[in-house]
């Protein structure tokens, strides 16, 4: 089976059964070789590629300038199955990243204006105070995407599809590119 095909089945068997939010992922990101990971949730599936959101002035933004290689985690406790994908990311167009902002609850996007995101702040006060004065400015007007807030599509290298079992018997799955064609290797768990 494609990869792209086997994780659209997974995540819907996730969304139909999933007890939180199946969306949610680890996202790795490194430069100068230190890697960093955090949760972010999975906006878009496209038939090459995942979309997520992000503000590039971030921590992670910064490191994704410095090298655009990144990876996912996903974990769904109660279909016991885990799906890493590595691969690189892309920003996305203007007009895609508009779209999906405008899609957003007003209220998220000025906190997508009041924040900036991983920079450090005296305390709750500025962000609350930066968030009124967005407030103000939008008064009365559609809120345009903040400039920094954008999309980035992961382009996997490879897939590993993960299968819980009993007595450390999982079943582990490797899909890689050889010559543009996904070949699939069976991993020890
Ligand atoms: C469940 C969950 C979902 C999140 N989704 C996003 C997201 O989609 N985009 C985002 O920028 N941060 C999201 N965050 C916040 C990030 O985990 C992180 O705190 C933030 O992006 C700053 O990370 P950085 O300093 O490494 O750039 C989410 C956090 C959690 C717990």
Request: include cysteine.
């Amino acid at each position: 089976m494609n990869p792209f095909n086997k994780f659209n089945k997974w995540f819907n068997l996730a969304k139909e059964t999933f007890e939180f939010d199946p969306t949610a992922f680890a996202l790795s990101s490194s430069s100068n070789n230190k890697p960093d990971v955090r949760m972010v949730l999975l906006k878009k599936i496209l038939p090459d590629g995942y979309i997520f959101f992000t503000n590039i002035n971030s921590n992670k933004g910064k490191q994704f300038n410095k090298n655009n290689n990144l990876a996912m985690c996903f974990y769904w406790e109660s279909l016991k199955k885990q799906i890493r994908i590595s691969g690189r990311g892309l920003i996305i167009d203007d007009k895609e990243s508009d779209l999906y902002f405008s899609s957003r609850p007003r209220k998220s996007q000025l906190g997508a204006w009041a924040s900036k995101q991983s920079s450090v702040i005296k305390n709750r006060k500025v962000l609350i105070n930066r968030f009124q004065k967005y407030e103000k400015k939008f008064e009365n007007n559609q809120v345009t995407r903040p400039p920094y807030w954008i999309g980035i599509k992961i382009v996997p290298r490879t897939f590993e599809f993960w299968q819980g079992d009993q007595f450390r018997l999982h079943e582990r799955e490797l899909y890689y590119l050889r010559k543009k064609v996904w070949q699939k290797k069976i991993l020890s768990p």
